[in-house]
């Protein structure tokens, strides 16, 4: 399997696609006005202490407040709250302790992101503070080492086990990467060293600064991605940016040098995204039908609760009996399903409805399918084999909205039962319109019919994105707004054709 890295970076957009076999499978966006903060530390204020819920809410500065379980605090902040003799007593005596004998109100304390907000919900935070490197997570207030479950060897375990307990210092715990197999003491001593450092940083930066305050800004996504995902087995990464090339190239000096040569920087006229055939298929992702191999279809359905997806055979008849058909339909239905929950990076409680299978070894067959299709996914998630009626049920990890969040917003006509595209992701889809007219045609001069809306963040501000768009691909863009067109779409008309072209160049 070949897997490739393809970077896209815009002045209003950041976009990481990672292909495996050319097949986009997964997709991370980042935009100015809502940047990744799961990892970031803050020195936040203890608001409320909700002894029924066990739960505390916190202030960090942020639109909504913080929420902190029992189970996410630390022996560390234990420590600092209670008095020696008491702590000793409860640890002897093996006590689970209260919310309320940990935390009090205006209390402040130092807390890291695990979950984005979603929809009414603020973050999700824990005491339990790591930092992650190359090769491991260091881990302060704790002792134990763990190792990744997916290094399955019982000797590498313990020769990786032997290597971290020699060098960590002591009051700090340390968990051992998948990337981390094979490498020797050289390696971790370096990351140790970086993020020892960094933690004295974020320390010295706590003790001087008043609640609520980011003590700590986690890596941008760019950095963590080449952090996270760049391993051996990565054919390319592609960059279209030189500025962010040159920083990958430094950072892996550091890190990894026997990697930066598998780092690229793209340099075509033809945007990297539509060169890689990336684009054509993110604009099937919001699709709420998705067509599998020989008419048969998947539909996804989203609620904030939880995600069911049908198999459906559609036209796919088959040339055999009717259980061949289902079964080969159920397993194609399998791999695309994993695909997708992948790609829209869908999380929380999923139900997937296959096609009735009579067979217990069939049933068997197309769950292994779909459990296989799930080994290169890094969020935790756990599969329930098909039951009778047909049912995959799965639970995976959520930790920011998944992308129809990201990419989508409630639609405004009926009410927020649907959604259509956001008038952000419609500008950005524009600029890019205009990109590949530049690439593909000598046409000069456009004419640019939008939604008021849109209209309004393309020439909003003394320096718009329509002037900064004209000045790059020196074209003469005039915008107009037209009432009657949808928020999610768009029209241009040539100027010296006096003719409509906006379906010539959208992919």
């Given at each position: 399997?070949?897997?490739?890295?393809?970077?896209?970076?815009?002045?209003?957009?950041?976009?990481?696609?990672?292909?495996?076999?050319s097949k986009l499978m997964e997709l991370w966006v980042e935009r100015p006005e809502r940047e990744r903060m799961v990892g970031d530390i803050y020195k936040g204020i203890v608001k409320a202490v909700l002894p029924g819920m066990q739960a505390a809410f916190l202030d960090l500065g942020l639109e909504k407040s913080a929420f902190l379980h029992v189970s996410d605090i630390t022996d560390l902040y234990e420590a600092d709250f209670l008095e020696e003799e008491e702590l000793a007593q409860r640890k002897k005596k093996k006590h689970y302790h209260k919310i309320e004998e940990l935390l009090k109100k205006d209390q402040e304390i130092l807390v890291q992101i695990m979950k984005e907000p979603m929809g009414t919900k603020g973050t999700k935070v824990t005491s339990q503070l790591s930092l992650a490197g190359r090769y491991l997570v260091l881990v302060p207030g704790e002792e134990n080492i763990a190792v990744s479950k997916k290094i399955t060897e019982r000797e590498e375990r313990k020769r990786l086990k032997r290597v971290v307990s020699g060098l960590k210092p002591e009051g700090f715990g340390a968990i051992i990467r998948t990337v981390a197999e094979g490498k020797e003491q050289k390696d971790f001593k370096n990351d140790i060293r970086l993020l020892l450092r960094l933690w004295k940083k974020i320390r010295k930066e706590a003790e001087k600064k008043k609640a609520p305050y980011l003590v700590h800004k986690d890596m941008g996504m760019v950095a963590s991605v080449i952090?996270?995902?760049?391993?051996?087995?990565?054919?390319?990464?592609?960059?279209?940016?030189?500025?962010?090339?040159?920083?990958?190239?430094?950072?892996?000096?550091?890190?990894?040098?026997?990697?930066?040569?598998?780092?690229?920087?793209?340099n075509k006229d033809i945007p990297i995204f539509d060169f890689y055939n990336v684009e054509s298929q993110i604009e099937k992702m919001l699709d709420r039908k998705v067509w599998i191999k020989k008419g048969a279809y998947i539909v996804i359905d989203q609620t904030e609760a939880m995600v069911t997806i049908d198999v459906n055979t559609g036209r796919f008849v088959g040339r055999s009996d009717q259980q061949s058909t289902i079964l080969r339909t159920n397993m194609e239905a399998a791999r695309e399903t994993a695909r997708q929950i992948r790609l829209r990076d869908i999380g929380g409680l999923i139900i997937v409805d296959f096609i009735d299978m009579y067979s217990a070894e069939d049933r068997r067959k197309?769950?292994?399918?779909?459990?296989?299709?799930?080994?290169?996914?890094?969020?935790?998630?756990?599969?329930?084999?098909?039951?009778?009626?047909?049912?995959?049920?799965?639970?995976?990890?959520?930790?920011?909205?998944?992308?129809?969040?990201?990419?989508s917003q409630p639609c405004p006509t009926c009410d927020g039962i649907g959604r259509v595209l956001s008038k952000e992701t419609l500008a950005a889809k524009i600029e890019r319109w205009f990109r590949r007219a530049k690439v593909r045609s000598v046409e000069k001069s456009y004419k640019l019919l939008v939604?008021?809306?849109?209209?309004?963040?393309?020439?909003?501000?003394?320096?718009?994105?329509?002037?900064?768009?004209?000045?790059?691909?020196?074209?003469?863009?005039?915008?107009?707004?037209?009432?009657?067109?949808?928020?999610?779409?768009?029209?241009?008309?040539?100027?010296?054709?006096?003719?409509?072209?906006?379906?010539?160049?959208?992919?």
């Open positions: 399997m070949q897997k490739d890295i393809i970077i896209n970076l815009s002045e209003y957009e950041t976009r990481i696609a990672i292909l495996e076999d952090r996270d995902q760049l391993t051996p087995d990565v054919n390319q990464v592609i960059i279209d940016s030189r500025r962010e090339y040159k920083k990958i190239r430094s950072y892996l000096r550091v890190i990894a040098p026997n990697l930066r040569n598998k780092v690229m920087l793209y197309v769950f292994e399918e779909f459990k296989n299709s799930f080994k290169n996914d890094r969020s935790k998630h756990s599969i329930l084999p098909i039951s009778d009626f047909g049912l995959i049920e799965m639970t995976r990890e959520r930790i920011r909205p998944s992308l129809l969040y990201t990419f939604s008021s809306e849109v209209y309004r963040i393309l020439t909003e501000g003394k320096e718009s994105r329509i002037k900064k768009l004209n000045k790059m691909l020196r074209l003469e863009i005039t915008g107009e707004k037209d009432e009657s067109l949808p928020i999610d779409e768009f029209k241009v008309f040539s100027i010296d054709e006096e003719a409509e072209v906006t379906e010539r160049y959208k992919t």
